[in-house]
C-alpha cells in the first residue's frame, strides 16, 4: 500500500486519481490486493478486449520482490524481469504493454530498474504508440530505479507502450519493469506543450523491411 | 664442546667476510637481471620484477665483470650489493636495438656489454650500493650515461661513503663517459649512492687499488668525441645498409620462392611511402647524421628506391636535403598536439561536464587561442625554414580540434566563442554566434556548432602556419585510425581538410577492417579537392596480418610506413610491387556507405561515440563477410549505385534530405538501415512515412533492410538493380576479393584473410594471373596469409 501512495504521489502533481489516471503496477501478483484504482499486472496477464490491458504475447519473463532487502525502496519493490540478457536472447527483451485507455493526451511515467546492489538493467528503451519516446541508448543502470515522464497521446482508445532493449549496446542489458502511470492532461497549455514535443519523437519504421 | 661449536658457527659466520673482504678489484656491469634469474619472494608483487624476470632479453654479462642489477641485494659473503633489500633499485634498460647507439653492431669493443646497458635510476637517493673492501686508497671509474642517440642525461652526482665524488655531471645523447675518482677507506668498506634530480643512468662501476702518486686520467667519452666519431658513423651507416641490403635479397628470395610474381620481382615504381614518425629506423638514421652531418647516405636513400619508397617524411633538414638530392620525395613534419613549451598567454580549452560545470585538462590548449597559433606559427617558422626550399611539403601529427572525450565536451572558451562567432558569419548563420556557445540539444544552434567543430581542425591549422614559412607549402595532416567513431574526439572531418587544401592523412593503427574504413574514408575525401593517403604500419604485429592491412590499404592506392627489418621488408616490397600493379586503376564497386555530415551528430547529445563505434562494427562486418565498399559523404554518386545509410539514430539536415532525393529520383538506390526514420537536427521529423518523407514517386527506390549487414541480402540487391560488387567466388576458406579495371583491362585481388591454412577458390573461368602470364583455371590455391593479382577480362 506504502508502494502505490508513493507512486501517487509521485504521478500526481495535481493531486490524487482522478477519472482519466491510470497507475499500472508490474510485478509478482499472488496474495496482493491492488489499491483502488491500481491494476496489478503480472507475467502471464495477456491482454484480451476482457481484461482491457495486459502483454501483446506472453512473457519469457519473472516476477520479482525486493521486500526483503532492507536497502530497498518500498515504492519499487517489485517488478517484472526478462529471464535472460537482451545479448543472450532479444525477443524476451522486446515486450509490448496494451490498455484499453480513452482517447486523449496524457502525461505517462514509467519506472524501470532494480534497487538491488549489483544488479544492471539498462539500455532499456520505450515506444509509445509508435514514437520512440527514450530512444537509444535507453534507461536503467546499476542498482538503481530510473523514472521517466513524457506526454503521451491516445488514439483509438488504445495505448502500445513497447518496453526493449538497445539493439546496439546489449552488454549487460536486460527489462526490469515497474510500473506506467498515466494522468490526463486537461489544460490547454499543457496539451499544445504535449502536441510539440511528441512532434519531435523519432518514429521507428514502420513499412515492411527486406 | 660448546666452546668448539661455537667456533665453528664463528667460523663459518666470519670467514667467507673476511675471504671477501680481501678482495680489492672488482668490475660490476650494472643493467638486466642474468639468464636464469628468478624473482625473489620479497619482490613477488614488483611488476618490474616480474616483467623483468620474464623478459626474453637477458642482460649480457661483459667478460670479466660482475652482474649488478635492480635486485642484487648486499649478502654478507658475497662482498657487495644494495643495502636495501625491500625494493628493486632503478630500472635496467639495453640499447642493442637497430642504429639505437653508435656501437649497435661493434660487439667487438672490449667494453661493449657493459656499455650497452645499464640501470637508472629516478631520483632516488635511498639507492646504496655497498661494497666490502679492506681499508685503503681505491681508484674508481664510474659510467653514466646512455648510449641512445634519443638519451641524454644531466645533474647526476654519485657520492662515497657520503662524499661527492661526481657533481652535477652530464652525458650527449647517445653517449657514455667513464668518470674516474680517488676514495680512502678507513673501514666498513665502500658505499656509493647514485643521485639525480631527474635521472642516472649508470653502465658500470670499475675498483682497483690506487697507486700512489698516479694523476686521476681525464674523463673519458664513448664513443670518442673527437674526429674518430665520424669515421664510427660512416662505418655504422655502411654496416646497417649492407645488413639491410642483404635482408631485402632475403625477402625477395622468399617472395621467388612463394612465387607471387613469378620466377622474378617485377619493376616497381616507387609509389609507396615511409615517415619517420613511428619508425626506429629513420628517426635513428636522422640522430646519427646529426653526428656527422658530413656523411653520405647514397646507399640509404639507393636501398629505400629499391624497396618502393617514394616519399619520405624526415624531419632532420640535414637528412631530408640529402635524400632530396638523391631522388627522394621528402616532407617535413610539425607536431600541433602537444602545448608547446615556449607557449605563453594560451586559453585553454574550456570543457563542458555533464553537470553543466567547466573543466580543464592538462596540456589540451584551445585550437582557437591567439596566443596558440602565434606561439605554433613562430615555431614552424624557425624549424621548417631549414628546409623550406626543399620540402615537397610538411606532415603534421595529430592537428587535433576540439576534445570530446565522453563525458568532456570542448571547446567553451572564450577564443573559441569568438571562432564560432566568425564561423557563423561566415556560414550566414550569425543568430547563433551571438550569444553564449550552444550546449548539446536538439536545436539548430547545437548543430551549428556541431558543423563548425567538423571544420575546427582546418581552421587551425591554416591559423597555426598563418605568417611562417609553412603557410605555402602542401600540408598533409594526420591522426590515427580515422572513422566516424573516431571523428567526434578528433573532429578530424576529411572532407574539411580537403576543402581547406590539406591532404587528409590517417595512420592505421588496428586491425585491416580499420585500415579499410580508414582508406575509403580518404579516397572519398577526392570529392573535395584531395584524395587523403592511409599509412599502415608494417612489422609491427605478424606478417600475415600486416599484409592483409596492407593490402586492404593498397586498394585505395596508399601508402605505408617504411619498413624496420625482417619480414616487413618483404612487406614492402610485395605492396609496392602491386601499388604499382593496381596503379590508376578505378577501384570497382558500386555500394557506398553514406557518412554524411550529420552522421554522429547524436554522439554529442547522447551517445559517448557509441553510433561511431557501432557503425564501425557494421563496416566490419562487410569486411568481415568480403562485402566490397566505399565510402561517400554525400549522395551524389555514379549511375547504378547503392547508397548504405546505417546509424542508429538518423538524422539528416536538410540538404542532405534534398540531395538523397535527388540521388533517388536519379534512379539510385538508398538501402536504408536505420531503425527509426531520419529527423532534423532540431528533432523535428520529416514525416511518418516513407512517401511523406521522401515523396511517393522515390519510395520505389528504396530498400529497408531488416538485418544489416546480410550478405546474401546485399548481393541479391545488387543483383536486382543491377549495380558492381565484387564476387563471391568458392572457397574453402575466407578470402577477400577486389575488382579494379584500367581502360579494358579488368582485375582482381584475392586474398587468402588466413594467417595459418592455405585456402582453394574455385574459378568460375580461366583467369590470368597478372605477373607471371600463367593461365588459372578450376581451382586456385593461395597459400596461407599471400594473394594473386589475377586478370579477370
Same mark, same amino acid.
Given at each position: 500500500?506504502?508502494?502505490?501512495?508513493?507512486?501517487?504521489?509521485?504521478?500526481?502533481?495535481?493531486?490524487?486519481?482522478?477519472?482519466?489516471?491510470?497507475?499500472?503496477?508490474?510485478?509478482?501478483?499472488?496474495?496482493?490486493?491492488?489499491?483502488?484504482?491500481?491494476?496489478?499486472?503480472?507475467?502471464?496477464?495477456?491482454?484480451?478486449?476482457?481484461?482491457?490491458?495486459?502483454?501483446?504475447?506472453?512473457?519469457?519473463?519473472?516476477?520479482?520482490?525486493?521486500?526483503?532487502?532492507?536497502?530497498?525502496?518500498?515504492?519499487?519493490?517489485?517488478?517484472?524481469?526478462?529471464?535472460?540478457?537482451?545479448?543472450?536472447?532479444?525477443?524476451?527483451?522486446?515486450?509490448?504493454?496494451?490498455?484499453?485507455?480513452?482517447?486523449?493526451?496524457?502525461?505517462?511515467?514509467?519506472?524501470?530498474?532494480?534497487?538491488?546492489?549489483?544488479?544492471?538493467?539498462?539500455?532499456?528503451?520505450?515506444?509509445?504508440?509508435?514514437?520512440?519516446?527514450?530512444?537509444?541508448?535507453?534507461?536503467?543502470?546499476?542498482?538503481?530505479?530510473?523514472?521517466?515522464?513524457?506526454?503521451?497521446?491516445?488514439?483509438?482508445?488504445?495505448?502500445?507502450?513497447?518496453?526493449?532493449?538497445?539493439?546496439?549496446?546489449?552488454?549487460?542489458?536486460?527489462?526490469?519493469?515497474?510500473?506506467?502511470?498515466?494522468?490526463?492532461?486537461?489544460?490547454?497549455?499543457?496539451?499544445?506543450?504535449?502536441?510539440?514535443?511528441?512532434?519531435?519523437?523519432?518514429?521507428?519504421?514502420?513499412?515492411?523491411?527486406? | 664442546?660448546?666452546?668448539?661449536?661455537?667456533?665453528?658457527?664463528?667460523?663459518?659466520?666470519? &670467514?667467507?667476510?673476511?675471504? =671477501?673482504?680481501?678482495?680489492?678489484?672488482?668490475?660490476?656491469?650494472?643493467?638486466?637481471?642474468?639468464?636464469?634469474?628468478?624473482?625473489?619472494?620479497?619482490?613477488?608483487?614488483?611488476?618490474?620484477?616480474?616483467?623483468?624476470?620474464?623478459?626474453?632479453?637477458?642482460? !649480457?654479462?661483459?667478460?670479466?665483470?660482475?652482474?649488478?642489477?635492480?635486485?642484487?641485494?648486499?649478502?654478507?659473503?658475497?662482498?657487495?650489493?644494495?643495502?636495501?633489500?625491500?625494493?628493486?633499485?632503478?630500472?635496467?634498460?639495453?640499447?642493442?636495438?637497430?642504429?639505437?647507439?653508435?656501437?649497435?653492431? +661493434?660487439?667487438?669493443?672490449?667494453?661493449?656489454?657493459?656499455?650497452?646497458?645499464?640501470?637508472?635510476?629516478?631520483?632516488?637517493?635511498?639507492?646504496?650500493?655497498?661494497?666490502?673492501?679492506?681499508?685503503?686508497?681505491?681508484?674508481?671509474?664510474?659510467?653514466?650515461?646512455?648510449?641512445?642517440?634519443?638519451?641524454?642525461?644531466?645533474?647526476?652526482?654519485?657520492?662515497?661513503?657520503?662524499?661527492?665524488?661526481?657533481?652535477?655531471?652530464?652525458?650527449?645523447?647517445?653517449?657514455?663517459?667513464?668518470?674516474?675518482?680517488?676514495?680512502?677507506?678507513?673501514?666498513?668498506?665502500?658505499?656509493?649512492?647514485?643521485?639525480?634530480?631527474?635521472?642516472?643512468?649508470?653502465?658500470?662501476?670499475?675498483?682497483?687499488?690506487?697507486?700512489?702518486?698516479?694523476?686521476?686520467?681525464?674523463?673519458?667519452?664513448?664513443?670518442?668525441?673527437?674526429?674518430?666519431?665520424?669515421?664510427?658513423?660512416?662505418?655504422?651507416?655502411?654496416?646497417?645498409?649492407?645488413?639491410?641490403?642483404?635482408?631485402? +635479397?632475403?625477402?625477395?628470395?622468399?617472395?621467388?620462392?612463394?612465387?607471387?610474381?613469378?620466377?622474378?620481382?617485377?619493376?616497381?615504381?616507387?609509389?609507396?611511402?615511409?615517415?619517420?614518425?613511428?619508425?626506429?629506423?629513420?628517426?635513428?638514421?636522422?640522430?646519427?647524421?646529426?653526428?656527422?652531418?658530413?656523411?653520405?647516405?647514397?646507399?640509404?636513400?639507393?636501398?629505400?628506391?629499391?624497396?618502393?619508397?617514394?616519399?619520405?617524411?624526415?624531419?632532420?633538414?640535414?637528412?631530408?636535403?640529402?635524400?632530396?638530392?638523391?631522388?627522394?620525395?621528402?616532407?617535413?613534419?610539425?607536431?600541433?598536439?602537444?602545448?608547446?613549451?615556449?607557449?605563453?598567454?594560451?586559453?585553454?580549452?574550456?570543457?563542458?561536464?555533464?553537470?553543466?560545470?567547466?573543466?580543464?585538462?592538462?596540456?589540451?590548449?584551445?585550437?582557437?587561442?591567439?596566443?596558440?597559433?602565434?606561439?605554433?606559427?613562430?615555431?614552424?617558422?624557425?624549424?621548417?625554414?631549414?628546409?623550406?626550399?626543399?620540402?615537397?611539403?610538411?606532415?603534421?601529427?595529430?592537428?587535433?580540434?576540439?576534445?570530446?572525450?565522453?563525458?568532456?565536451?570542448?571547446?567553451?572558451?572564450?577564443?573559441?566563442?569568438?571562432?564560432?562567432?566568425?564561423?557563423? *558569419?561566415?556560414?550566414?548563420?550569425? $543568430?547563433?554566434?551571438?550569444?553564449?556557445?550552444?550546449?548539446?540539444?536538439?536545436?539548430?544552434?547545437?548543430? =551549428?556548432?556541431?558543423?563548425?567543430?567538423?571544420?575546427?581542425?582546418?581552421?587551425?591549422?591554416?591559423?597555426?602556419?598563418?605568417?611562417?614559412?609553412?603557410?605555402?607549402?602542401?600540408?598533409?595532416?594526420?591522426?590515427?585510425?580515422?572513422?566516424?567513431?573516431?571523428?567526434?574526439?578528433?573532429?578530424?572531418?576529411?572532407?574539411?581538410?580537403?576543402?581547406?587544401?590539406?591532404?587528409?592523412?590517417?595512420?592505421?593503427?588496428?586491425?585491416?577492417?580499420?585500415?579499410?574504413?580508414?582508406?575509403?574514408?580518404? !579516397?572519398?575525401?577526392?570529392?573535395?579537392?584531395?584524395?587523403?593517403?592511409?599509412?599502415?604500419?608494417?612489422?609491427?604485429?605478424?606478417?600475415?596480418?600486416?599484409?592483409?592491412?596492407?593490402?586492404?590499404?593498397?586498394?585505395?592506392?596508399?601508402?605505408?610506413?617504411?619498413? *624496420?627489418?625482417?619480414?616487413?621488408?618483404?612487406?614492402?616490397?610485395?605492396?609496392?610491387? #602491386?601499388?604499382?600493379?593496381?596503379?590508376?586503376? $578505378?577501384?570497382?564497386?558500386?555500394?557506398?556507405?553514406?557518412?554524411? $555530415?550529420?552522421?554522429?551528430?547524436?554522439?554529442?547529445?547522447?551517445?559517448?561515440?557509441?553510433?561511431? +563505434?557501432?557503425?564501425?562494427?557494421?563496416?566490419?562486418?562487410?569486411?568481415?563477410?568480403?562485402?566490397?565498399?566505399?565510402?561517400?559523404?554525400?549522395?551524389?554518386?555514379?549511375?547504378?549505385?547503392?547508397?548504405?545509410?546505417?546509424?542508429?539514430?538518423?538524422?539528416?539536415?536538410?540538404?542532405?534530405?534534398?540531395?538523397?532525393?535527388?540521388?533517388?529520383?536519379?534512379?539510385?538506390?538508398?538501402?536504408?538501415?536505420?531503425?527509426?526514420?531520419?529527423?532534423?537536427?532540431?528533432?523535428?521529423?520529416?514525416?511518418?512515412?516513407?512517401?511523406?518523407?521522401?515523396?511517393?514517386?522515390?519510395?520505389?527506390?528504396?530498400?529497408?533492410?531488416?538485418?544489416?549487414?546480410?550478405?546474401?541480402?546485399?548481393?541479391?540487391?545488387?543483383? *536486382?538493380?543491377?549495380? $558492381?560488387?565484387?564476387?563471391?567466388?568458392?572457397?574453402?576458406?575466407?578470402?577477400?576479393?577486389?575488382?579494379?579495371?584500367?581502360?579494358?583491362?579488368?582485375?582482381?585481388?584475392?586474398?587468402?584473410?588466413?594467417? #595459418?591454412?592455405?585456402?582453394?577458390?574455385?574459378?568460375?573461368?580461366?583467369? #590470368?594471373?597478372?605477373? #607471371?602470364?600463367?593461365?588459372?583455371?578450376?581451382?586456385?590455391? &593461395?597459400?596461407?596469409?599471400?594473394?594473386?593479382?589475377?586478370? &579477370?577480362?
Amino acid at each position: 500500500m506504502k508502494k502505490y501512495c508513493a507512486m501517487l504521489v509521485c504521478l500526481s502533481v495535481a493531486g490524487m486519481l482522478n477519472a482519466g489516471d491510470y497507475v499500472f503496477d508490474f510485478g509478482p501478483k499472488d496474495g496482493k490486493k491492488a489499491a483502488e484504482g491500481i491494476t496489478l499486472v503480472g507475467v502471464k496477464d495477456i491482454y484480451s478486449a476482457e481484461n482491457k490491458s495486459g502483454w501483446e504475447k506472453p512473457l519469457r519473463a519473472v516476477a520479482f520482490t525486493r521486500e526483503l532487502d532492507a536497502r530497498v525502496d518500498e515504492q519499487t519493490r517489485d517488478g517484472i524481469c526478462s529471464a535472460e540478457g537482451a545479448k543472450e536472447n532479444p525477443a524476451a527483451n522486446d515486450v509490448t504493454f496494451i490498455a484499453d485507455i480513452p482517447d486523449g493526451f496524457y502525461q505517462m511515467e514509467v519506472a524501470v530498474g532494480d534497487s538491488a546492489k549489483g544488479e544492471c538493467r539498462q539500455n532499456i528503451c520505450v515506444d509509445v504508440n509508435g514514437l520512440t519516446m527514450i530512444p537509444e541508448p535507453g534507461m536503467g543502470g546499476w542498482g538503481q530505479v530510473v523514472k521517466k515522464s513524457f506526454p503521451a497521446e491516445v488514439k483509438d482508445g488504445k495505448l502500445k507502450v513497447r518496453f526493449y532493449c538497445s539493439p546496439i549496446k546489449k552488454d549487460l542489458s536486460r527489462l526490469s519493469l515497474l510500473s506506467l502511470a498515466l494522468k490526463q492532461l486537461t489544460a490547454e497549455a499543457d496539451i499544445k506543450k504535449a502536441k510539440d514535443e511528441l512532434s519531435k519523437v523519432t518514429v521507428p519504421v514502420k513499412e515492411k523491411a527486406e | 664442546m660448546k666452546a668448539a661449536i661455537f667456533y665453528m658457527l664463528l667460523c663459518i659466520a666470519v &670467514i667467507p667476510a673476511v675471504f =671477501a673482504a680481501e678482495v680489492q678489484e672488482y668490475k660490476f656491469d650494472f643493467g638486466m637481471p642474468p639468464a636464469g634469474w628468478k624473482v625473489p619472494d620479497s619482490q613477488k608483487n614488483n611488476l618490474f620484477a616480474q616483467i623483468y624476470g620474464a623478459a626474453k632479453e637477458s642482460g !649480457k654479462v661483459c667478460p670479466g665483470y660482475l652482474s649488478v642489477h635492480p635486485w642484487s641485494y648486499y649478502e654478507v659473503g658475497a662482498g657487495y650489493g644494495w643495502v636495501d633489500k625491500n625494493s628493486g633499485h632503478g630500472r635496467p634498460y639495453w640499447r642493442d636495438d637497430v642504429l639505437s647507439s653508435l656501437y649497435y653492431c +661493434q660487439e667487438s669493443y672490449p667494453q661493449y656489454e657493459m656499455l650497452y646497458d645499464g640501470i637508472c635510476f629516478y631520483n632516488d637517493p635511498g639507492n646504496k650500493f655497498k661494497v666490502d673492501l679492506p681499508p685503503g686508497k681505491y681508484r674508481l671509474q664510474i659510467y653514466l650515461g646512455d648510449l641512445n642517440l634519443g638519451e641524454f642525461r644531466k645533474d647526476m652526482t654519485v657520492k662515497a661513503n657520503g662524499k661527492i665524488i661526481i657533481d652535477n655531471a652530464s652525458t650527449g645523447a647517445g653517449q657514455v663517459k667513464a668518470f674516474p675518482a680517488d676514495v680512502e677507506i678507513k673501514d666498513g668498506g665502500l658505499e656509493l649512492s647514485f643521485e639525480a634530480p631527474n635521472q642516472i643512468a649508470v653502465c658500470g662501476v670499475e675498483i682497483a687499488p690506487a697507486a700512489n702518486d698516479v694523476p686521476l686520467p681525464a674523463i673519458k667519452s664513448f664513443p670518442p668525441e673527437t674526429a674518430e666519431r665520424a669515421a664510427i658513423v660512416k662505418g655504422n651507416l655502411d654496416r646497417f645498409v649492407s645488413r639491410e641490403n642483404l635482408t631485402l +635479397q632475403k625477402a625477395e628470395q622468399d617472395i621467388i620462392k612463394d612465387r607471387l610474381f613469378g620466377d622474378k620481382i617485377p619493376e616497381h615504381s616507387p609509389v609507396a611511402g615511409a615517415a619517420d614518425i613511428y619508425m626506429t629506423m629513420y628517426g635513428d638514421v636522422s640522430r646519427l647524421v646529426s653526428l656527422s652531418p658530413d656523411v653520405e647516405l647514397d646507399g640509404m636513400a639507393l636501398l629505400l628506391k629499391k624497396m618502393g619508397v617514394s616519399m619520405i617524411s624526415v624531419k632532420s633538414p640535414v637528412v631530408l636535403n640529402k635524400y632530396k638530392k638523391l631522388g627522394l620525395k621528402v616532407t617535413g613534419g610539425i607536431h600541433a598536439e602537444r602545448l608547446p613549451l615556449n607557449a605563453e598567454n594560451v586559453e585553454m580549452q574550456k570543457l563542458l561536464k555533464p553537470d553543466g560545470s567547466f573543466g580543464e585538462l592538462k596540456g589540451f590548449f584551445s585550437i582557437h587561442s591567439p596566443g596558440i597559433q602565434r606561439t605554433l606559427s613562430s615555431n614552424y617558422d624557425n624549424e621548417i625554414a631549414p628546409i623550406k626550399d626543399t620540402a615537397d611539403g610538411i606532415f603534421v601529427d595529430e592537428p587535433r580540434g576540439m576534445t570530446f572525450l565522453g563525458n568532456l565536451l570542448g571547446d567553451y572558451s572564450e577564443s573559441s566563442k569568438n571562432a564560432f562567432n566568425l564561423w557563423c *558569419r561566415e556560414n550566414k548563420l550569425p $543568430e547563433y554566434g551571438k550569444s553564449e556557445l550552444p550546449r548539446p540539444a536538439w536545436n539548430d544552434a547545437f548543430y =551549428a556548432f556541431y558543423r563548425f567543430r567538423l571544420e575546427s581542425v582546418p581552421i587551425f591549422m591554416r591559423n597555426a602556419v598563418k605568417g611562417s614559412c609553412v603557410e605555402k607549402m602542401q600540408l598533409y595532416a594526420g591522426n590515427g585510425d580515422i572513422s566516424p567513431g573516431a571523428l567526434n574526439h578528433s573532429t578530424f572531418f576529411p572532407p574539411a581538410n580537403a576543402r581547406a587544401g590539406i591532404v587528409p592523412l590517417s595512420w592505421v593503427y588496428t586491425n585491416p577492417w580499420m585500415a579499410k574504413i580508414s582508406a575509403e574514408a580518404m !579516397k572519398a575525401a577526392e570529392a573535395y579537392g584531395h584524395n587523403g593517403m592511409v599509412f599502415t604500419r608494417v612489422g609491427n604485429r605478424n606478417e600475415a596480418e600486416d599484409r592483409l592491412q596492407g593490402l586492404t590499404v593498397l586498394s585505395s592506392r596508399c601508402s605505408a610506413l617504411g619498413p *624496420r627489418e625482417g619480414h616487413s621488408f618483404r612487406l614492402f616490397v610485395e605492396f609496392a610491387v #602491386t601499388a604499382r600493379a593496381l596503379a590508376n586503376t $578505378e577501384h570497382r564497386c558500386g555500394l557506398y556507405l553514406y557518412w554524411p $555530415e550529420s552522421l554522429v551528430y547524436p554522439d554529442l547529445i547522447n551517445w559517448k561515440n557509441q553510433i561511431g +563505434q557501432d557503425w564501425n562494427e557494421k563496416a566490419k562486418s562487410l569486411f568481415e563477410q568480403n562485402i566490397d565498399y566505399k565510402i561517400s559523404y554525400n549522395a551524389k554518386l555514379p549511375q547504378n549505385s547503392m547508397l548504405l545509410y546505417y546509424t542508429p539514430i538518423p538524422v539528416l539536415n536538410p540538404a542532405e534530405m534534398a540531395e538523397l532525393k535527388t540521388m533517388l529520383a536519379q534512379g539510385n538506390k538508398l538501402l536504408y538501415a536505420a531503425p527509426s526514420y531520419p529527423v532534423r537536427p532540431d528533432g523535428s521529423r520529416y514525416g511518418d512515412s516513407l512517401s511523406e518523407i521522401f515523396g511517393e514517386e522515390n519510395v520505389k527506390n528504396i530498400v529497408l533492410l531488416k538485418n544489416y549487414p546480410d550478405q546474401a541480402k546485399i548481393r541479391e540487391l545488387a543483383q *536486382r538493380f543491377n549495380v $558492381e560488387l565484387n564476387p563471391a567466388l568458392k572457397s574453402d576458406g575466407q578470402v577477400l576479393t577486389w575488382r579494379f579495371s584500367r581502360g579494358k583491362e579488368e582485375m582482381m585481388l584475392i586474398i587468402n584473410k588466413s594467417a #595459418t591454412a592455405a585456402v582453394n577458390v574455385e574459378l568460375p573461368r580461366e583467369y #590470368t594471373d597478372y605477373f #607471371t602470364q600463367e593461365k588459372l583455371s578450376g581451382q586456385l590455391r &593461395i597459400a596461407p596469409g599471400l594473394f594473386r593479382l589475377v586478370i &579477370i577480362k
